[in-house]
């Protein structure tokens, strides 16, 4: 295998594939890079296992071939190369040298055949969806995924694909995101998929917003693919719990908020809260939002906001941290809050958002202490 490549192709090609390399394995060649060399240019793959990424680069290859060089100091160097053409060649099946300008290095690689084999998934019933659609439904749910082990359905992102509609639905079990978004024929048969939001963060950063992606499933992986890259990852297997259940219908008593000035009041409130429950208490009225916090140990803290609100006046408690978490992703200037009673869930939604797509999060209430 030899040829020769600019500094910043390789530069480029690293940094989209070196994200899926685990930090530390047991695995020696998943530490690794596999480079091939091929006709169009070189390929760069790299896999943890449960995600593979892999990408072309133009390069000028006068000697077809493949080896897996470790990631971390390939990169190390690429990135400390000085700006001249970057000559790699294997000689044998470990032995790498890179040239470029008078730097020389020598570096011992393992062989390709070490190198996991990709999923199989095959393209020919695949959606073709726009890459920054993808991207919209991933920020504005993955962040209410669950980090605790004992559920590990929780864990992914259920994405329900449709003829005509996309929906993503993300929650822990005490807040929920929920948004979907129409879109043209998708191509292959309806199907709801259960994604690692790891792999959703590498979809957010390896395909531009206005690429159109084509996504297919296999057995029980889920491949990625724009012209020069693909992600494939494997899917979290089990049923998703019935969310529609939870998502309130009979909410009436409404308020309607300005969210910076709202999350502003939240973050002073905060500072005084318990560092356990970050139990805030919301008292709404009529034109008015009081809020107030006691922490035995710290002291006590309250302030108010102007709000519109319709409804009988209403006491409830809630997470501070869970409701600033939401309100940093609505993407209009008002959030509209809607509730029922002090123990039942609260849902906030855009208020006055011009856009295609909808968007719903839901909060579950703590418990008041009087």
């Known amino acids: 295998m030899r040829f020769t490549i600019s500094r910043e192709k390789l530069q480029e090609g690293l940094a989209a594939v070196t994200a899926s390399i685990p930090t530390k394995t047991t695995l020696p060649v998943l530490a690794n890079i596999m480079v091939e060399a091929t006709e169009k240019g070189i390929r760069l793959s ?10 072309e680069v133009a390069a000028d290859v006068e000697t077809p071939g493949a080896i897996t060089i470790p990631a971390k100091k390939l990169s190390e160097i690429a990135r400390e ?14 032995r790498v040298t890179l040239d470029c300008g008078r730097s020389h290095f020598k570096i011992l690689g393992l062989p ?52 005509d509609m996309m929906r993503m639905v993300a929650t822990n079990g005490h807040r929920l995101a929920k948004m979907e978004m129409p879109i043209k024929s998708a191509g292959a048969p309806p199907c709801d998929l259960i994604v690692p939001p790891k792999a959703l963060d590498q979809i957010r950063r390896l395909f531009p917003e206005d690429e159109e992606l084509e996504i297919a499933k296999g057995e029980n992986h889920l491949g ?7 992600v494939f990852t494997r899917l979290i297997e089990g ?12 909410n009436n008593r409404v308020a309607i908020a300005d969210r910076q000035a709202l999350m502003s009041a939240l973050r002073r409130m905060s500072i005084i809260a318990s560092d356990q429950t970050h139990r805030i208490r919301l008292s709404f009225n009529a034109g008015m939002l009081k809020f107030s916090v006691q922490t035995p140990d710290l002291g006590e803290a309250a302030d108010e906001l102007a709000v519109r609100y319709t409804g009988d006046p209403l006491d409830i408690g809630f997470n501070a941290n869970y409701l600033l978490e939401i309100l940093r992703y609505i993407p209009t200037e008002e959030v509209r809050m809607t509730f029922k009673a002090p ?13 295609p797509s909808s968007y719903l999060c839901l909060v579950m209430p703590l418990r008041l202490l009087d």
């Open 81 to 94: 190369l000085p700006p001249a053409p970057v000559r790699i060649a294997a000689a044998g099946e470990q």
């Open 224 to 230: 990625f693919r724009s012209p020069f890259t693909a």
């Open 239 to 250: 049923p998703y719990p019935n969310y529609d259940q939870v998502i309130p219908k009979d």
């Open 46 to 55: 790299g896999t943890d296992l449960d995600i593979a990424v892999t990408t």
């Open 112 to 163: 390709r055949d070490e190198f996991p084999a990709f999923p199989n998934v095959k393209f020919t019933e695949s959606w073709r969806i726009r890459s920054g659609d993808l991207q919209k439904l991933i920020s504005h749910t993955s962040f209410a995924v669950s980090t605790e082990e004992s559920r590990p359905i929780l864990n992914g992102v259920l994405w329900e694909l449709k003829p």
């Open 343 to 355: 123990e039942r869930a609260a849902t906030l939604e855009p208020e006055g958002w011009a856009d």
